[in-house]
């Protein structure tokens, strides 16, 4: 069973490989290695050609990789990462690279160790094999979202009012991992009152009150594949305005929500939801895109914003997050993450969106 699927993924690398005119890939952004081999370790490349493929690693990962990515020939680096390459098939020929991972030193070592090649930043083709989800990663995803939604429930029992924004996160992230989660899916956001205003407020040692909204946006991590959550709950009864704004918010995500489908694009999915704010006036106070893909990496593409071009096809894994943020007086933000069908999509994320009163 291991090395099934990523023997499929590698197959279909190479027919974007093939197109492109490739006679190799490296791969070195770890979700990508990992999607490809099943190898986790800290060290690693894979080597792609059409009949073979490489997992170079050190000393320290040899077993690990052998146990994790039964498919590929294991190659161990002595001293210079890409020495090996040559020895593989690298010597000559064009050679992908991810561009927009590999650091000008990293892609200076590469182009040193192989004279004879020539190079071709191919990121976006390697990164977006991960769109389109199979049935395993669909499965770990929804143990990821389980545990965020577990973890929410959990919190809604504590007593808010007094802690500060880092206490909940540990909080919130000690309930995620008690949920099933091996980690956190990222830094999470806990932003109270004011705060709320700032779309990535990560949590600070500023104390909840009564008469504030308090943002959560957090997530956990199943067998490296994340869950992204986002809730906005009132401490204390909300006045007209927090009222207003969050019911705003909210019918701007439950027409996102129904606009996903395949076929569309990021962009048009995008606007749907932005009119809705827009047309209460608030259109300046949401700068940011609708939604990302979530997977192996918490943000992947294709994304729901005013620039994707790309279309959404079964199997993709989004988010669906619009915001209204206003300086100085707060924000709201309610995220769940969905997955397309082929006539719609499913929400994955089950944690309520009414808006939650804590006394
Ligand atoms: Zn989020
Ligand atoms: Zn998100």
New binding site residues.
């Given amino acids: 069973m291991k090395g099934v699927p990523q023997m499929k993924r590698v197959e279909r690398m190479r027919a974007s490989m093939l197109a492109l005119n490739l006679d190799a890939c490296v791969v070195s952004r770890p979700e990508n290695i990992r999607y490809l081999s099943g190898f986790t370790g800290g060290e690693g490349i894979l080597f792609i050609r059409p009949g073979k493929a490489y997992l170079l690693t050190d000393f320290r990962y040899i077993e690990q990789a052998k146990a994790e990515a039964p498919e590929f020939e294991i190659v161990q680096i002595k001293e210079n990462r890409y020495a090996p390459l040559k020895d593989v098939g690298g010597e000559r020929g064009q050679i992908g690279f991810e561009g927009d991972f590999l650091t000008y030193t990293e892609y200076e070592k590469l182009q040193q160790a192989l004279p004879g090649a020539t190079f071709r930043s191919v990121s976006e083709t390697v990164t977006s094999l991960r769109g389109v989800k199979d049935a395993g990663e669909i499965a770990l995803i929804r143990q990821a979202v389980k545990a965020a939604d577990a973890a929410f429930e959990v919190l809604l029992q504590e007593r808010l009012v007094g802690q500060t924004e880092e206490e909940i996160f540990l909080a919130l992230e000690f309930a995620v991992r008690k949920a099933g989660a091996s980690g956190r899916s990222f830094d999470f956001i806990v932003a109270s009152g004011w705060r709320g205003a700032l779309p990535h407020g990560t949590a600070s040692s500023k104390v909840v009150e009564r008469g504030e909204f308090l943002t959560l946006?957090f997530?956990g991590v199943v067998h490296g594949y994340c869950s992204?959550?986002?809730r906005t709950v009132a401490i204390g009864e909300p006045d007209e305005k927090q009222r207003e704004i969050y019911d705003i918010v909210l019918a701007a995500q439950k027409e996102g929500v129904r606009a996903v489908k395949p076929g569309l694009t990021g962009k048009e999915v995008d606007a749907v939801a932005r009119k809705v704010i827009e047309t209460h006036g608030y259109g300046e106070y949401f700068g940011h895109g609708l939604?990302?893909s979530?997977g192996l990496a918490?943000?992947e593409g294709p994304n729901l914003s005013v620039r994707e071009e790309r279309i959404l096809e079964p199997g993709m894994v989004l988010?669906v997050?619009p915001g209204i943020y206003i300086p100085n007086w707060g924000g709201v933000r309610i995220?769940d993450?969905v997955l397309v069908t082929e006539t719609g999509c499913e929400v994955l994320t089950q944690s309520p969106k009414d808006l939650i009163i804590i006394e």
């Fill in positions: 946006d997530g992204d959550i986002t939604g990302h979530v918490i943000h988010t997050e995220e993450m």
